[in-house]
């Protein structure tokens, strides 16, 4: 029973790195599986942290270039894929940021708005899933604009707040870390593109007593995020 590297993607919710010095939830939370794994096998457990391509981080686990997969949206597909732990977060909803003077009235609404997200994200298929139900009832569909790594959900809330961008999909409580920060931005909790979203880490499906091991730890670790 072992692991060191952990794949994740940027985002400055989950992971910052500063003078050599690594924060956030990400980081949080595999210290202290490491710390769990080292006081039962008494050896040292160091986790290597991996940053990866959004799209890329379950064929980057399938063929071993990483041992767990951090906060990873949960999915039927994904779930025959990959074995996830016990959630560290539910009920997650895709909200649509917009400067504070221009909010969002309506899902429709929406489909009057360009949007810039991440290229591959969940929230890229989220608004591609939105556009097909929006062109569905006669509706049209939202302009999608792709941002590409390593831009962060964040750095978008950001740009939306400078006025760089018009509009941004992010999850629901990565708003609510960022609005202090970002005043000049909206996004009305009732209009949700998505919503009941889970994270969770992941590890290979052959990889049973990580699996386990996995599951023990988030089910008795309520870590705050």
């Known amino acids: 029973l072992e692991f060191r590297r952990v794949l994740f993607r940027s985002s400055r919710t989950h992971f910052q790195a500063s003078d050599g010095a690594y924060s956030g939830k990400t980081v949080d939370a595999a210290v202290a599986l490491a710390q769990v794994l080292g006081a039962r096998t008494g050896r040292p457990v160091t986790p290597v942290f991996v940053e990866t391509h959004e799209p890329d ?20 597909e994904r779930d025959d894929q990959v074995a996830f732990a016990p959630p560290i977060r539910t009920g997650i909803r895709e909200l649509v940021v917009t400067p504070e003077r221009q909010p969002i009235v309506s899902l429709e609404d929406v489909g009057t708005r360009t949007i810039y997200v991440r290229e591959g ?84 499906k052959d990889a049973a007593k990580l699996g386990a091991f996995l599951k023990e730890f988030f089910t008795t670790h309520k870590l705050a995020f």
């Open 57 to 76: 981080l379950i064929p980057h686990l399938l063929g071993g270039k990483g041992d767990l997969v951090a906060n990873l949206l949960v999915t039927f």
């Open 121 to 204: 994200s969940d929230h890229h298929a989220s608004l591609i899933r939105l556009n097909q139900q929006l062109r569905k009832i006669d509706r049209p569909p939202a302009r999608i604009e792709l941002a590409l790594p390593p831009i962060t959900d964040e750095d978008l809330v950001e740009r939306v707040h400078n006025g760089h961008v018009p509009a941004t999909l992010v999850d629901d409580y990565v708003f609510e870390r960022w609005r202090g920060a970002f005043p000049n931005t909206a996004a009305n909790p009732d209009i949700t593109v998505s919503q009941d979203g889970i994270l969770a880490w992941a590890t290979r």
